[in-house]
């Protein structure tokens, strides 16, 4: 994804801004290998193969090592896997986005399951949130975020 300008994302799959995305995370986090990294949006106008294809490539590189792959469809899990082995799918799932067709090829294929944005200003405290998401299916591990040390003890109490 690009954010072209305040509150705008754009997402960007071109095969060269793919390899330099990879390069900067890399610089970042001061490490040699991604263990794993997500393909953050599907870009409409690449094709998918080219895509994951290129994520193939730097992990063929020894970058990468494990890809997954975010806000998609089964369909489009589906055609990835033709090209790289899908070790995540991360996805928004909540009290008030309870419904990812996705989530059920995931749970039968035994494909880890990551619910982006697991709280959203639940009605529900964050541990019963969290616990609603865990309680979903086996392989679900949910990223909450927080700035609050207090609020982080809260979020990993139930886990
Ligand atoms: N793949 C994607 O496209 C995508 C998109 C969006 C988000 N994400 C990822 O999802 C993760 C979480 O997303 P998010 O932070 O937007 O959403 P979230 O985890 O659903 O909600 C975070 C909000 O909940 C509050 N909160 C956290 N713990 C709490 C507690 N114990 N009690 C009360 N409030 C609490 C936080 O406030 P305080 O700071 O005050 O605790 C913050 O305002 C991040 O790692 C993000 O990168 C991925």
């Not at 419904?99 to 619910?115: S, T």
Request: proline fraction near 11%; glycine fraction near 6%.
């Amino acid at each position: 994804m690009t954010r072209p300008a305040p509150d705008v994302w754009r997402p960007l799959g071109h095969l060269e801004y793919l390899r330099t995305a990879v390069e900067a995370s890399l610089r970042r986090l001061g490490v040699e290998r991604l263990d794993l990294c997500y393909l953050h949006r599907v870009d409409p106008t690449v094709p998918l193969e080219d895509q994951v294809g290129e994520l193939r490539a730097l992990q063929l590189a020894g970058k990468i090592g494990h890809i997954g792959l975010s806000k998609v469809g089964d369909d489009q899990i589906r055609a990835a896997e033709k090209a790289i082995v899908v070790a995540a799918v991360q996805s928004p799932l909540n009290r008030a986005e309870p419904n990812d067709p996705a989530l059920g090829y995931c749970v039968r294929m035994e494909i880890p399951y990551v619910p982006y944005r697991p709280l959203n200003a639940s009605a529900l405290p964050a541990p019963a949130a969290l616990n609603w998401l865990l309680n979903l299916a086996p392989h679900i591990a949910p990223i909450p975020g927080t700035s609050s040390p207090e609020h982080l003890r809260a979020l990993v109490r139930p886990l």
